[in-house]
């Protein structure tokens, strides 16, 4: 795919993987990320790599009619009308786990490892801009957990009721 000149989008610093097998195209970003991780957690991308990859065609030849869109020898999907900082915000919430050292675990299991996520929805900290690009990336690409996560995240924060 060609880019116009001086508009091109560049490779993102942390989420450019060099095993990634393919690459996401936004405004302003590049990722090169994994297939399989991403659908995981989505079945928007599930499906779309499935038509990848189904009986030698691809789903940009079943959907318009023409041949897949490539970046350094791997397909190439673009994202239209998301901003690279809001995808960026969703993939390192796929990718990017946290650790912190829990009593807990060191009681029960003999180890005192704790996991969370990029997103860590009992933040109060968590910015607005970040907030809003999860809940509507991951509805309009159904990462349902993290969705999930980000309306109990709002709940907490903005509750209906008064009495919660």
């Known amino acids: 795919m060609a880019f116009p000149a001086g508009d091109s989008p560049q490779p993102h610093e942390i989420l450019w993987f060099s095993d ?8 302003q970003y590049l990722f090169k990320v994994h297939k399989s991780l991403l659908a995981l957690h989505s079945s928007v991308f599930k499906d779309m790599f499935e038509l990848l990859n189904a009986d030698g065609s691809n789903a940009t030849e079943i959907c318009v009619g023409s041949e897949q869109d490539v970046y350094e020898g791997l397909p190439l999907v673009t994202l239209v009308g998301d901003k690279g900082e809001d995808v960026a915000h969703l993939l ?8 912190v050292f829990h009593a807990f675990f060191r009681v029960v299991f003999d180890f005192n490892v704790f996991f969370w996520s990029y997103h860590d929805r009992h933040s109060r900290d968590t910015p607005l801009q970040t907030v809003v690009a999860l809940l509507l990336l991951s509805t309009k690409y159904d990462f349902k957990a993290i969705r999930n996560n980000v309306i109990m995240q709002i709940s907490r924060l903005h509750p209906i009721r008064l009495s919660d």
């Not at 390192?92 to 650790?99: A, Q």
């Open 20 to 27: 990634g097998n393919v690459v996401l195209a936004t405004d």
């Open 92 to 99: 390192r919430t796929i990718y990017e786990l946290k650790c």
